[in-house]
T-cell receptor, first 112, second 111 residues
Framework: DTGVSQNPRHKITKRGQNVTFRCDPI?????LYWYRQTLGQGPEFLTY????????KSRLLSDRFSAERPKGSFSTLEIQRTEQGDSAMYLC??????????FGQGTRLTVV | EDKVVQSPLSLVVHEGDTVTLNCSYE??????LLWYKQEKKAPTFLFML????IEKKSGRLSSILDKKELFSILNITATQTGDSAIYLC???????????FGGGTRLMVKP
């Protein structure tokens, strides 16, 4: 399967802990996007990478959220000092052209 | 700020019915409009639309874009229970660096 891969699929953490999610995009897709989706809502844009450059990060929800794509391939999204309100599905998508985007299966975060 | 609005919010039909889902948008420098199907997991890509008036078709699903009136429709004919899902509409801005989603239409198809 050469689709977008996200790990882990599920994460349960205690409030105040840090969590990190990984996204492996489709091979040769240089554009990578992170989204958050809560129940009953459409996905909410968080950040965008083109190759290793983070070109759009103004929508990251707070300074507790950060993302990296060090070699222009996989990306990580970290949430520090998690809060119950961070519980959501975190989605990653990749694109070759910027006209279409394909999503991974997501990481469901539960903060207890 | 870019905005995408979908209607109706939810829809209940019976197998065999035809449905039309609506998506209107406001975006700075439009690049493309995408439709996705979401069933309890990540959105699955359905269509990409860039030009007005050209219908995209895949089996019982079809979609068309009107760039003058800033909307798109997704049609599903002869609905089946497997079509039950949330249908999401999204728009890329011109730089392709942000894909803005609508809130989705929840479709339930009853046997």
């Amino acid at each position: 399967d050469t689709g977008v891969s996200q790990n882990p699929r599920h994460k349960i953490t205690k409030r105040g802990q840090n969590v990190t999610f990984r996204c492996d995009p489709i091979s040769e897709h240089n554009r990578l996007y992170w989204y958050r989706q809560t129940l009953g809502q459409g996905p909410e844009f968080l950040t965008y990478f083109q190759n290793e450059a983070q070109l759009e990060k103004s929508r990251l929800l707070s300074d507790r959220f950060s993302a990296e794509r060090p070699k222009g391939s996989f990306s990580t999204l970290e949430i520090q000092r998690t809060e119950q309100g961070d519980s959501a599905m975190y989605l990653c998508a990749s694109s070759r052209t910027g006209f279409e985007a394909f999503f991974g299966q997501g990481t469901r975060l539960t903060v207890v | 700020e870019d905005k995408v609005v979908q209607s109706p919010l939810s829809l209940v039909v019976h197998e065999g019915d035809t449905v039309t889902l609506n998506c209107s948008y406001e975006v700075t420098n439009f690049r493309s409009l995408l439709w996705y199907k979401q069933e309890k997991k990540a959105p699955t890509f359905l269509f990409m639309l860039t030009s007005s008036g050209i219908e995209k078709k895949s089996g019982r699903l079809s979609s068309i874009l009107d760039k003058k009136e800033l909307f798109s429709i997704l049609n599903i004919t002869a609905t089946q229970t497997g079509d039950s899902a949330i249908y999401l509409c999204a728009v890329f801005n011109n730089a392709g660096n942000m894909l803005t989603f609508g809130g989705g239409t929840r479709l339930m198809v009853k046997p």
